[in-house]
């Protein structure tokens, strides 16, 4: 798989604010990141998308100085950061893949602390712990332990400790994974927020919907590396032409498959599921002919659902990772997106 | 300025979340207490050996009140991935282990004058030289805890670290001269003494307290301040190799 080339040149005429080129990281001769190369933007909200395993965590440690990469360089805000982590570290906020705060220590006693690790004098770090309590809606919750928040809760206080010092940079590593439905929802918002306000944003995550809905630019990153970086709508430019439709029938779909090819030649179908059919055009998708082919061979249908493009579909054809294999890890993190 | 606030509120925060804590000061003031009673009991020559005893009693409280916390609390902030938050903010690595056993060292020395305490009620303490009791209760204090760190450092779990500190521990009470001499020790046990950081702050308190050292107190505090880097040096270096992948 090769990147392309012209993906890794900034779109826009921002600066980039990390600049990455050939890191390589290996684990007991594993290749946990290959070669990578791509630029994040001054105030982007850049995407790293991929199954778990991929290299996101990695990437992330790497950048922010909690793993060494075995070679090639990274910049960040054009300091020259590979075998001097902390150099930049004043410039990051980062939250983790798992909420990392004090257990012991109350939500507000957690944020003042994160906040005087930045040298933030005790008065200011203290109007801010409040203030970010506010904003998170954790006002009621500031005297609690951290050890008695919900789990969207510590999520989201995790974030409030990552953005507490004002940080030119925000590492996000799959924010909403494994937390429910409402405290996702919220928690996409703050970091829209967040991006608006100007942060550049580093986000990884494996929900596709959500870096569809959130970043600008994606890098697909698999098995260790960047197969291709794009903005969103210049992602989804080749399925945009393409018609899609999903035909829900009684009978089994892979027998259909094979008959409709040969009767509408002109049209791809794919059996998705025992009892579902995707159609896929060029041109307009007439459902009459279709519906009733598949009548007189005996089937019923029962749905037909006209389908947008998706990224997932770009993932999966950029990638060859089945939607089914992203699905599981959903299912795996006990995500509810 | 910022490193400085940073360095205090590290401090600040293990005070307040592990060594003030009644686990720490159960297992740092009481054990130690409870030692020191038995020995005293023992040695049935009443309040007259108290003098002789004390050197071993403070070691001994200095020992287990920096160790008792800081290799669990260093393993267990590692574990729940909080020790992170530490490494991913500016301050150097070293400047951020220098606060993570200030803590300790600051409440062992508190731990040394717990039996210095209950001995002035018991015995005359006017012919001790305080002006090297002090140093070697802050010598002994960094050494213990720089060794707790060493073990924590060392160690992924936190029963490891338990165990791993015990077995540091528990064979110093009897191998550094604390409460038996050096001499009296079988001679295939005595190399291991001079192996170990504490034989050297206890023969800085003998000689300070009751006047029976067995070696010049510079060298003594030379020897220990040599522990004391080294320990501090290994467990950077193992943070860097283990921790910093």
């Known amino acids: 798989m090769r990147i392309q080339e012209s993906a890794i040149s900034p779109p826009r005429d921002r600066l980039p604010f990390i600049e990455v080129t050939e890191l390589t990281k290996r684990f007991d001769g594993i290749t946990a990141v290959d070669r990578i190369s791509f630029a994040v933007l001054q105030g982007e909200l850049f995407g790293f998308l991929g199954p778990n395993g991929a290299g996101k965590t990695t990437t992330i440690n790497i950048l922010t100085g909690l793993a060494r990469p075995d070679s090639g360089t990274m910049k960040i805000s054009g300091l020259e950061c590979t075998r001097k982590p902390k150099a930049s570290q004043h410039l990051m906020g980062i939250v983790p893949d ?28 203290r109007a801010r712990a409040r203030e970010l309590l506010e904003t998170f809606g954790l006002k009621e919750a500031s005297d609690r332990k951290f050890s008695a928040y919900s789990k969207g809760m510590k999520r989201r206080l995790t974030i409030a400790a990552g953005i507490i010092h004002r940080p030119q940079i925000l590492f996000l590593d799959e924010p909403t994974t494994g937390i429910d439905v409402a405290s996702a929802r919220q928690i996409r918002q703050l970091i829209v927020e967040l991006h608006r306000a100007g942060t550049t944003i580093f986000f990884t995550t494996h929900y596709i919907e959500e870096a569809e809905r959130l970043c600008e630019r994606i890098a697909f990153i698999v098995k260790g590396r960047i197969v291709r970086i794009d903005t969103v709508t210049d992602l989804l430019q080749p399925a945009q032409g393409k018609k899609a439709l999903l035909i829900s029938v009684s009978n089994s779909a892979a027998d259909l498959c094979g008959k409709l090819g040969t009767a509408f030649p002109h049209f791809e179908f794919q059996a998705v599921s025992s009892a579902q059919v995707r159609v896929e055009s060029a041109e307009a998708i007439n459902i009459s002919p279709l519906v009733r082919f598949i009548e007189n061979q005996g089937a019923e249908v029962t749905e037909a659902v006209r389908l947008r493009p998706s990224l997932e579909d770009v993932f999966v054809h950029i990638t060859g990772i089945e939607m089914d294999a992203m699905r599981k890890e959903k299912e795996k993190a006990g995500g509810n997106q | 300025m910022k490193r400085g606030i940073a360095f205090w509120n590290i401090v600040l925060k293990d005070m307040r979340a592990y060594y003030l804590k009644p686990p720490n000061i159960s297992w740092g003031l009481i054990f ?50 909080s020790f992170e938050r530490l490494l991913l903010a500016p301050i150097p690595l070293e400047l951020l282990m220098l606060a993570k056993t200030s803590g300790a060292v600051l409440f062992g020395v508190a731990n040394a004058f717990v039996p210095v305490i209950i001995a002035l009620f018991l015995t005359d303490l006017s012919r001790v030289a305080w002006v090297a009791v002090f140093p070697a209760v802050v010598m002994i204090a960094v050494a213990s805890t720089f060794l707790g760190l060493f073990v924590a450092v060392s160690v992924s779990e936190v029963f490891e670290a338990q165990t791993f500190s015990n077995f540091f521990r528990f064979p110093m009470i009897f191998l550094c001269g604390l409460f038996f001499p050096i001499d009296s020790l079988p001679a295939f046990l005595r190399p291991l003494s001079y192996l170990l950081p504490l034989t050297y702050g206890a023969d800085i308190l003998h000689g300070a307290i009751h006047g029976k050292n067995m070696m010049p107190l510079g060298l003594d505090f030379a020897i220990i301040t040599g522990f004391c880097l080294v320990l501090f040096s290994t467990s950077l270096r193992n943070i860097h190799r283990r921790w910093i992948i």
């Open chain 1, 98 to 125: 798992e909420s990392n705060l004090y257990p012991e220590l109350s939500g507000f006693a957690n944020l003042c602390f994160c906040a005087s690790l930045y040298g933030m004098p005790k008065t200011e770090r």
């Open chain 2, 32 to 81: 130690p207490v409870a030692w020191t009673g038995m020995f005293f009991i023992k040695s049935g020559s009443g309040f007259e050996s108290i003098l002789t005893l004390l050197p071993g009693v403070i070691a001994l409280s200095i020992l287990f009140g920096t160790t008792s916390m800081l290799a669990v609390t260093v393993t267990f902030e590692k574990k729940n991935r």
